[in-house]
């Protein structure tokens, strides 16, 4: 949710400064009713991460984001090169991190209450298959 929308923008002229260039920008914002936000996946992860909103190990949002990068490769075609797209980014460690992550969301006590219906993903994960 939100009470500011955003009414202009004024860039400034970039600056050099001990071997950086940098640029401030002035947002101007007007307050309005309430209103929801859209938010992309990365604000849902960093939200979720700051405000412990499911009870999972700290240690899956590193992976959650990297997979999040590779996401946006097949979503968005980010890729540097004609050779760098999903194709050549996506192998088995990053199978093996999703089943990974995709057991552990699903099993927190906000979603499931009973963790045996998700095994066969743990199974999986754990064979290497």
């Given at each position: 949710m939100t009470e500011w929308e955003l009414v202009s923008c004024i860039p400034a002229n970039p600056?050099?400064?001990v071997?950086?260039?940098i640029k401030i920008e002035t947002s101007i914002f007007k307050k309005i009713p309430e209103v929801e936000m859209r938010m992309d996946l990365d604000?849902?992860?960093k939200r979720i991460e700051k405000k412990n909103l499911l009870t999972i190990n700290?240690?899956?949002f590193?992976?959650?984001?990297k997979l999040r990068e590779l996401r946006n490769r097949v979503h968005l075609q980010s890729g540097n090169e004609a050779t760098d797209h999903d194709y050549n980014n996506f192998g088995f460690e990053e199978i093996q991190m999703m089943?990974?992550?995709l057991y552990a969301i699903l099993t927190c006590p906000e979603f499931c209450s009973n963790a045996n219906v998700f095994e066969f993903i743990n199974t999986i994960y754990?064979?290497?298959l």
């Open positions: 600056k050099q400064i071997d950086e260039t604000s849902m992860i700290h240690d899956v590193p992976a959650l984001k089943r990974r992550i754990a064979q290497g």
